[in-house]
């Protein structure tokens, strides 16, 4: 079942679609990064399969310290990586404290700038693992604070990552360093690229 709750977080308060399987589990339970678009009809498409999966699933609104209605293009200028860290700490908790969710069973995944969101997450709390869906931005810093790839070196999951020949954010040679920096620290990682 899909509700949208609110939680306390670093800024205020969080709203959060969470989806929790019925029956007793224990069930594991993953941080869902939104995309530009925030908590839109497709990032609640993917918690409520992920809840159909018996996974409990949580999508924060990254934008919750930003004017209500405002265009998520404008909003994502003001992202700040610790706040983002902090908000799926949040979640994280939220989720390992229902009654059927499987304990240290913690994953993040997110799709493009919620890819991005997912790597920062394994990098800042010891997730089980992170899935990275053509993230963007990764080796790219942002106002003028260090790209999460700078932190890699204290990733302590697997990371599983897709990629688009053709996409140009993240390109194939942003998907190379990528590779190349966690095949240097020794993280293991798997990464699968496709045509079209």
Same mark, same amino acid.
């Not at 998520?72 to 799926?88: N, P, R, T, V």
């Given at each position: 079942?899909?509700? !949208?709750? %609110?939680?306390?977080? $670093? ?5 959060? +679609?969470? @989806?929790? #399987? ?20 497709? !990032?609640? %498409?993917?918690?409520? $399969? ?5 996974? +409990?699933? @949580?999508? #924060? ?136």
């Amino acid at each position: 079942m899909i509700n !949208t709750v %609110s939680i306390d977080a $670093r800024g205020g308060k969080i709203e959060v +679609i969470v @989806g929790v #399987p019925d029956g007793a589990g224990p069930f594991p339970t993953v941080v869902v990064c939104h995309h530009r678009w925030g908590l839109d009809k497709f !990032t609640q %498409s993917v918690v409520q $399969r992920l809840n159909e999966n018996g996974i +409990i699933a @949580g999508a #924060p609104l990254f934008y919750h310290r930003r004017p209500a209605g405002e265009d998520s293009g404008e909003a994502m200028k003001y992202l700040d990586d610790e706040d983002i860290i902090g908000d799926i700490r949040a979640t994280t908790a939220y989720l390992q404290k229902q009654a059927n969710a499987k304990q240290g069973g913690e994953g993040i995944m997110g799709h493009c700038m919620g890819g991005r969101h997912s790597f920062l997450g394994a990098t800042a709390h010891p997730f089980k693992a992170s899935v990275m869906l053509y993230g963007g931005g990764v080796n790219q810093s942002r106002n003028g604070k260090p790209a999460p790839l700078s932190r890699a070196r204290s990733i302590a999951c697997p990371i599983l990552g897709f990629f688009g020949k053709d996409d140009k954010n993240p390109s194939p040679s942003d998907m190379a360093e990528i590779d190349a920096q966690l095949t240097q620290l020794g993280k293991k990682h798997e990464f699968h690229a496709y045509d079209g």
